[in-house]
């Protein structure tokens, strides 16, 4: 059965992406070139595997003997797999475009009936979605807008690998300005960093990582295995964070993109882990062994463990009161910690499988919402001493595999599951009754981005009056002295 799941998800705020993203035009020489050093890029990835496969390979033939229909092989099948390697090495011969870089075959240059979908406005946010279709890996990008109620698929990237996890973030190394990109782990040890305000790229901005390559004498940098969780650091802003099934957390510099520092030791895995809001040197690590550890990153070592009642899979700061952290575990937990004591402050059993998603409302003060493989989505009020459930639903998402909150709307979140058929939504709770008769009145009335800008039009407004007002004051004057004149 081929796969069809949303395996991860995140948020772009509002106001960061490109009103017109940028389109990506490869001439064909520049398109043979990417396909060839990708091509001896693959070649020389683990060649102690590929020498151990090609023995194994030709130890069973040898075994087997050759085929009875040898002579018959009319498609050729017994080379197919030496001559795909050069399927593609003469794609120069197939795209002839002219000087203007455009297909001479296609002659219609009416525009795009569609045009406008393209463009992306101030009050939009971007939704991404790792998704996985058969044995292809796709970064979608989608546009979501509350107030029109619009949502749909603005473009998508493909990927070279099953996307595990997505981290937001605006630094780019190359560039002082702020940036629209996107973090991605996977199956492979590279983190690949995407530049999401460009249209049909290849390639990722940057890497982080490097495999070792016996054929180029190139060492290892980075992790061993799976990234299975990214964090970035919004006080350090050229700092990242990854946790790997190779046991290690890596703290990476985007400046020169090598890991300056490993923490540990774990004993399992690493897969989950979230910087503090506000102390920079302070991160949240979740492994399989059940340990959630507080890390002062200017140390190695944990300052405060905590063992869980299962496998850890997320962590979460809370961010209305910092003094508190949230994790949930594989036997369907949800414990809540105080950083300066030992012991949890409550747990609940939450979901009767793993809680795959965790996460917690922007805006509205101890609006939790869980997900779990076993397909359900529960809404917890968090903000009292025993956690209570204000609402659940089973989805009909199949199991859901990841969930994230609107950075700009305390009630919307996505959900992502594993249904062919039905494998994503925007959650908006605010749509059900329970949630929002429970929480619409905790919801700050402004966020600060709102306060500023409704200062600026109270700004704007304040100077319209005084220049109405200073008019009107000149034209009466203006009539004293007229009727002052008519007097005389």
Known sequence: MEANVISCTAWVKKGVAAAVPEKVELRPDELEKIIKETQAALASDDDSDGEAAASKTQSNTESKGESSTAGTDEYNFKTYDNESGDMYCHISNIATFGKSGKDPLITNDEEDSDKEDDII???DNLVL??????????LEVFVYNDREGSFYCHHDILLPSFPLCIEWLDYDPTSPKPSNLCAIGNMTPIIEVWDLDLIDCLEPAYKLGRRPSKVKNQKRIGHKDAVLDVSWNHNYMHVLASGSVDQTVLLWDLENGKPVNKLGPFNEKVQTLKWHPREAHQLLTGCADGLVNLFDCMNETPVTSWKASGEVEKVLW??????????STDNGYIEYFDVRKRKPLWQIKGHEKEVTGLSLSMSCRGLLVSCSNDGVIKVWDID???PTLVWEQTSNLGAIQCLAANPDNGFIFTVGGDNKAHNFKVLDLMEVPAVREKFVERVASKNPVELRQEMMDVAEDMEDMELESSESSSTKK???LKNVQHKD
Do not use: M, R, W
């Open 318 to 327: 809370d961010h209305h009161d910092e003094n508190y952290c949230i994790a």
């Open 384 to 386: 009292q001493k025993v």
């Open 129 to 138: 979605f790792g998704h996985v279709e058969g044995d292809a890996s796709i």
């Open 478 to 480: 203006k009539k004293q």
């Open 121 to 123: 406005k101030a009050d």
